[in-house]
């Protein structure tokens, strides 16, 4: 029967998944739990993180929550956090007052380069191990194939 044997391409895409989803949240749990952050929680970090790599200084709220993993009311509820800490500062967008636009503050940029450094370095020391530089180039084409294939997610 199509779909039941352990080479039927379902499966073998189900067990990929699952193999995938599984390596993510056990190198997440375990960064997560690492001196880098002590000082601001992995997704505080990663709204800093996509911040940082704006070119203009400026981004959109809604921008934002398509680069991060949160929803749209955790991140503005965090989004306020961060404002409340002088790590992010936002202002309405100009061209429809609606939107909002959100940068980081000198001091945002401080921590976020601070954790960024720790962070990579425990990155480094929990894949370095685990994989070759050849696996990692691989993994890495392999991911970036993988999220090239899904196109343009919907809101």
């Known amino acids: 029967m199509a779909g ?3 080479d039927s391409p379902v499966r073998l895409a189900a067990e990929t998944w699952e193999s995938l989803f599984r390596a993510q949240v056990a190198v997440m749990r375990k960064l ?3 001196p880098a952050f002590r000082k601001l929680a992995l997704n505080e970090y990663d709204v800093l993180f996509t911040l940082s ?3 203009s200084g400026w981004l959109r709220l809604n921008e934002l929550n398509d680069n991060v993993l949160l929803s749209q009311s955790s991140l503005s509820r965090l989004v306020e956090r961060l404002e409340k800490r002088g790590l992010v500062a936002r202002m309405p967008a100009p061209e429809d007052g609606r939107g909002v636009l959100l940068k980081l503050t ?3 940029r401080e921590l976020q380069k601070e954790i960024g450094r720790e962070h990579v370095r425990d990155i480094s020391a929990l894949v370095a191990p685990a994989l070759t530089a050849a696996e990692q180039k691989e993994l890495r084409r ?3 194939k993988l999220r090239a294939s899904l196109g343009t997610l919907p809101r």
Do not use: K, V, W, Y
């Open 4 to 6: 039941q044997g352990s």
């Open 32 to 34: 997560q739990s690492g």
């Open 53 to 55: 790599r704006c070119p």
């Open 106 to 108: 000198d001091e945002g």
């Open 142 to 144: 392999l991911t970036d």
